[in-house]
Protein backbone atom coordinates (compact mmCIF):
# COMPACT_ATOMS: atom_id res chain seq x y z
CA UNK A 1 0.00 0.00 0.00
CA UNK A 2 1.32 3.17 -1.25
CA UNK A 3 1.73 5.87 2.06
CA UNK A 4 1.19 9.67 1.82
CA UNK A 5 2.91 11.24 -1.18
CA UNK A 6 4.20 15.39 -1.29
CA UNK A 7 5.40 16.81 -4.05
CA UNK A 8 7.38 18.97 -4.50
CA UNK A 9 10.11 17.65 -2.20
CA UNK A 10 12.05 20.67 -2.28
CA UNK A 11 11.15 24.19 -3.46
CA UNK A 12 13.10 27.50 -3.63
CA UNK A 13 10.59 30.77 -3.89
CA UNK A 14 11.40 34.45 -3.49
CA UNK A 15 9.48 36.81 -1.04
CA UNK A 16 5.79 37.75 -2.27
CA UNK A 17 5.86 34.64 -4.57
CA UNK A 18 2.86 32.22 -4.24
CA UNK A 19 3.72 28.22 -3.76
CA UNK A 20 1.34 25.38 -4.13
CA UNK A 21 2.11 21.82 -2.28
CA UNK A 22 0.47 18.45 -3.57
CA UNK A 23 -0.57 15.90 -1.08
CA UNK A 24 -2.08 12.57 -1.96
CA UNK A 25 -2.87 10.22 1.10
CA UNK A 26 -2.88 6.73 1.93
CA UNK A 27 -6.00 4.76 -0.57
CA UNK A 28 -9.10 4.96 0.97
CA UNK A 29 -8.11 7.52 3.59
CA UNK A 30 -10.48 10.54 3.19
CA UNK A 31 -9.08 12.91 6.16
CA UNK A 32 -5.99 15.04 5.23
CA UNK A 33 -4.15 17.13 7.26
CA UNK A 34 -1.42 19.90 7.17
CA UNK A 35 1.50 20.74 9.63
CA UNK A 36 4.24 22.94 9.42
CA UNK A 37 7.46 22.55 11.03
CA UNK A 38 10.26 24.98 11.78
CA UNK A 39 13.46 25.03 14.33
CA UNK A 40 11.71 28.03 16.03
CA UNK A 41 7.81 26.92 16.82
CA UNK A 42 8.64 23.14 16.06
CA UNK A 43 5.41 21.59 14.55
CA UNK A 44 2.13 23.56 13.99
CA UNK A 45 -1.11 22.50 12.70
CA UNK A 46 -2.29 24.08 9.33
CA UNK A 47 -5.52 22.42 8.97
CA UNK A 48 -7.43 19.34 8.17
CA UNK A 49 -9.88 18.65 5.58
CA UNK A 50 -12.16 15.91 5.15
CA UNK A 51 -14.90 14.75 2.35
CA UNK A 52 -13.26 18.78 0.61
CA UNK A 53 -14.33 20.43 3.59
CA UNK A 54 -12.31 22.44 5.86
CA UNK A 55 -13.32 20.60 9.26
CA UNK A 56 -10.52 22.40 11.29
CA UNK A 57 -8.11 25.27 11.32
CA UNK A 58 -5.24 26.00 13.38
CA UNK A 59 -4.16 29.21 14.20
CA UNK A 60 -2.11 31.10 10.72
CA UNK A 61 -3.06 33.93 8.45
CA UNK A 62 -5.32 33.96 5.76
CA UNK A 63 -2.17 33.82 3.57
CA UNK A 64 -2.43 30.06 4.24
CA UNK A 65 -5.26 28.09 2.69
CA UNK A 66 -6.01 24.59 0.95
CA UNK A 67 -8.43 22.37 -0.28
CA UNK A 68 -9.31 19.33 -0.82
CA UNK A 69 -10.85 17.24 -4.11
CA UNK A 70 -13.15 14.29 -4.75
CA UNK A 71 -10.57 11.92 -4.60
CA UNK A 72 -8.88 13.05 -1.21
CA UNK A 73 -5.89 14.48 -2.95
CA UNK A 74 -5.13 17.81 -1.25
CA UNK A 75 -3.16 21.06 -2.13
CA UNK A 76 -2.17 23.84 0.55
CA UNK A 77 -1.31 27.29 -0.72
CA UNK A 78 0.69 30.15 0.41
CA UNK A 79 0.59 33.44 -1.03
CA UNK A 80 2.61 36.50 -0.55
CA UNK A 81 5.78 34.23 0.68
CA UNK A 82 7.56 35.88 3.98
CA UNK A 83 11.01 35.08 5.17
CA UNK A 84 9.53 32.96 7.77
CA UNK A 85 7.41 31.04 5.69
CA UNK A 86 10.50 28.65 5.08
CA UNK A 87 9.96 25.13 6.74
CA UNK A 88 9.00 21.93 6.28
CA UNK A 89 5.00 21.64 4.97
CA UNK A 90 4.02 17.88 6.46
CA UNK A 91 0.87 16.24 5.07
CA UNK A 92 -0.60 13.43 6.90
CA UNK A 93 -3.53 11.29 6.15
CA UNK A 94 -5.94 8.91 8.15
CA UNK A 95 -8.50 6.27 8.26
CA UNK A 96 -11.78 7.75 9.61
CA UNK A 97 -13.92 4.25 9.27
CA UNK A 98 -13.81 2.91 12.74
CA UNK A 99 -11.92 0.38 13.92
CA UNK A 100 -8.23 0.51 16.05
CA UNK A 101 -6.51 2.70 13.46
CA UNK A 102 -9.47 5.19 13.35
CA UNK A 103 -7.51 8.63 13.58
CA UNK A 104 -3.95 7.57 13.34
CA UNK A 105 -2.03 9.85 11.33
CA UNK A 106 0.26 8.90 8.29
CA UNK A 107 2.84 11.39 7.28
CA UNK A 108 4.70 11.85 4.26
CA UNK A 109 8.41 13.01 4.16
CA UNK A 110 6.95 16.72 3.48
CA UNK A 111 7.69 19.43 1.31
CA UNK A 112 10.83 21.61 2.53
CA UNK A 113 10.12 25.49 1.10
CA UNK A 114 13.05 27.98 1.51
CA UNK A 115 12.03 31.50 0.69
CA UNK A 116 14.67 33.64 -0.18
CA UNK B 1 -3.70 26.54 27.34
CA UNK B 2 -3.55 23.17 25.90
CA UNK B 3 0.55 22.06 25.19
CA UNK B 4 2.59 19.42 25.42
CA UNK B 5 6.08 19.81 26.81
CA UNK B 6 9.35 17.87 26.67
CA UNK B 7 11.84 18.77 29.05
CA UNK B 8 14.56 17.70 27.46
CA UNK B 9 15.91 18.63 24.10
CA UNK B 10 18.96 16.91 23.56
CA UNK B 11 19.67 13.11 25.11
CA UNK B 12 23.04 10.62 24.72
CA UNK B 13 22.23 7.25 25.43
CA UNK B 14 25.12 4.70 25.04
CA UNK B 15 23.74 1.53 22.92
CA UNK B 16 21.80 -1.34 24.76
CA UNK B 17 21.27 1.14 27.77
CA UNK B 18 17.69 2.30 28.71
CA UNK B 19 16.08 5.17 27.65
CA UNK B 20 13.28 7.16 29.00
CA UNK B 21 11.99 10.22 27.20
CA UNK B 22 9.42 12.43 29.11
CA UNK B 23 6.26 14.04 28.06
CA UNK B 24 4.08 16.24 30.09
CA UNK B 25 0.83 17.57 28.54
CA UNK B 26 -1.93 19.83 29.64
CA UNK B 27 -5.47 19.27 28.04
CA UNK B 28 -8.53 20.20 29.58
CA UNK B 29 -10.27 17.20 28.11
CA UNK B 30 -9.31 13.62 27.78
CA UNK B 31 -6.22 13.39 25.85
CA UNK B 32 -5.56 11.15 23.17
CA UNK B 33 -1.82 10.78 23.51
CA UNK B 34 1.11 9.58 20.39
CA UNK B 35 4.86 9.25 20.38
CA UNK B 36 6.23 10.04 16.95
CA UNK B 37 9.36 9.38 15.47
CA UNK B 38 11.73 11.61 12.79
CA UNK B 39 14.71 10.49 11.38
CA UNK B 40 16.72 13.19 9.25
CA UNK B 41 14.74 14.30 5.86
CA UNK B 42 11.82 11.99 7.27
CA UNK B 43 8.32 12.40 7.90
CA UNK B 44 7.09 11.20 11.28
CA UNK B 45 6.34 8.11 12.14
CA UNK B 46 3.77 6.85 14.76
CA UNK B 47 5.29 4.82 17.85
CA UNK B 48 2.47 4.11 19.63
CA UNK B 49 -0.96 5.40 20.53
CA UNK B 50 -2.98 6.00 23.95
CA UNK B 51 -7.00 5.94 23.43
CA UNK B 52 -7.94 4.67 26.61
CA UNK B 53 -7.82 1.32 28.67
CA UNK B 54 -4.77 0.05 29.95
CA UNK B 55 -1.86 2.64 30.47
CA UNK B 56 0.68 0.82 29.43
CA UNK B 57 1.04 0.73 25.62
CA UNK B 58 3.16 -1.21 23.52
CA UNK B 59 4.74 -0.07 20.31
CA UNK B 60 6.84 -0.36 17.29
CA UNK B 61 10.50 -1.43 17.41
CA UNK B 62 10.50 -2.23 21.07
CA UNK B 63 9.23 0.77 22.68
CA UNK B 64 6.74 1.42 25.36
CA UNK B 65 4.94 4.66 27.05
CA UNK B 66 2.71 4.70 30.18
CA UNK B 67 0.44 7.16 30.71
CA UNK B 68 -0.17 8.29 34.17
CA UNK B 69 -3.69 10.90 34.27
CA UNK B 70 -2.30 12.30 37.68
CA UNK B 71 0.87 13.39 36.70
CA UNK B 72 -0.21 14.04 33.17
CA UNK B 73 2.82 11.94 31.75
CA UNK B 74 3.05 9.93 28.71
CA UNK B 75 6.76 8.77 29.27
CA UNK B 76 8.58 6.96 26.32
CA UNK B 77 10.52 3.91 27.27
CA UNK B 78 12.84 1.54 25.46
CA UNK B 79 14.58 -1.39 27.69
CA UNK B 80 17.91 -0.82 25.01
CA UNK B 81 18.94 1.31 22.48
CA UNK B 82 20.09 0.42 19.38
CA UNK B 83 22.11 2.67 16.90
CA UNK B 84 19.51 3.01 14.74
CA UNK B 85 16.91 4.52 17.44
CA UNK B 86 19.02 8.06 16.98
CA UNK B 87 16.62 10.62 16.02
CA UNK B 88 14.38 12.84 17.19
CA UNK B 89 11.40 12.10 18.83
CA UNK B 90 7.80 14.31 19.55
CA UNK B 91 5.16 13.54 21.82
CA UNK B 92 1.45 14.60 20.64
CA UNK B 93 -1.80 15.41 22.50
CA UNK B 94 -5.52 15.77 20.57
CA UNK B 95 -8.82 16.06 21.66
CA UNK B 96 -9.72 12.90 19.33
CA UNK B 97 -7.94 10.50 17.39
CA UNK B 98 -5.68 12.08 15.13
CA UNK B 99 -6.77 15.35 14.33
CA UNK B 100 -5.31 19.06 14.98
CA UNK B 101 -2.44 17.01 16.99
CA UNK B 102 -0.23 19.46 19.78
CA UNK B 103 3.53 18.59 19.58
CA UNK B 104 6.04 19.23 21.87
CA UNK B 105 9.19 20.55 20.65
CA UNK B 106 10.93 17.50 20.47
CA UNK B 107 13.48 15.05 22.19
CA UNK B 108 16.84 14.91 20.12
CA UNK B 109 17.93 11.10 21.12
CA UNK B 110 21.96 10.71 20.08
CA UNK B 111 23.46 6.90 20.80
CA UNK B 112 26.83 6.38 21.20
CA UNK B 113 28.53 3.04 21.01
Known amino acids: KAGVTQTPRYLIKTRGQQVTLSCSPISGHRSVSWYQQTPGQGLQFLFE???????NKGNFPGRFSGRQFSNSRSEMNVSTLELGDSALYLC???????????????FGEGSRLTVL | AQSVTQPDIHITVSEGASLELRCNYSYGATPYLFWYVQSPGQGLQLLLK??????LVQGIKGFEAEFKRSQSSFNLRKPSVHWSDAAEYFC???????????FGKGTTLSVSS
Open chain 2, 50 to 55: YFSGDT
Open chain 2, 92 to 102: AVGAQAGTALI
Open chain 1, 92 to 106: ASSWTGGGSNTGELF
Open chain 1, 49 to 55: YFSETQR
